[in-house]
């Protein structure tokens, strides 16, 4: 099976595969039983399908081959689909080896601490006040536990929508 990594929370799968044609794949839940699906291959470009039924994706995701699984449960089914900017092949890299290792997302707005692990599962919730050096005393501790840490929101920090890019210039 070319599946190598996958989660869902938040009402999202995320999958990486080692395809010769197909990189990750990311299923969005809808209110009704149709799903967006969204395919990046391994050259960046990446296609949004509409309306997918749940059963066609589960059969594309788990099947052996992902690049004749999309030929046959999604593109022959005339799924409604649109190009969309090349994905950042390196930022999705980096958010595969960031889950594996068990990660920990930080995010502090409007005096709220959250912190969900790599799989995206609340860990930790709370309304509390925090300084600068609080804030940074418990990303310290974190990370003295052996946690590697990504920080959304903090005090002072910038909100980054991508938040592998930013983890990746830090490391050059």
């Known amino acids: ?26 299923c969005i839940d809808n209110e009704n039983d149709l799903k967006t699906l969204k395919v990046v291959f391994n050259n960046g470009s990446q296609y949004e399908y509409s309306n997918v039924k749940v059963q066609d994706f589960l059969l594309f995701r788990d099947d052996l081959s992902q690049g004749k699984a999309l030929n046959k449960y999604i593109k022959s089914r005339g799924y409604e689909y649109k190009k969309l900017e090349d994905a950042n092949l390196e930022s999705l890299g980096n958010e595969l080896e960031f889950r594996r290792n068990g990660g920990i997302f930080v995010n502090y707005t409007d005096g709220k601490l959250i912190l969900t692990d790599s799989v995206d599962k609340e860990i930790f919730n709370k309304e509390v006040e925090l300084n600068i050096d609080t804030f940074n005393t418990i990303c310290d501790v974190l990370t003295a536990v052996g946690k590697e840490l990504y920080v959304i929101n903090g005090i002072e920090s910038e909100n980054n929508n991508d938040v592998f890019e930013k983890a990746v210039n830090e490391d050059e």
């Not at 070319?2 to 990311?26: C, H, L, M, P, Q």
């Open 1 to 26: 099976m070319s599946k190598i990594w996958g989660y869902y929370g938040n009402r999202v799968d995320k999958t990486w595969f080692d395809s010769s044609n197909i990189k990750f794949a990311e």
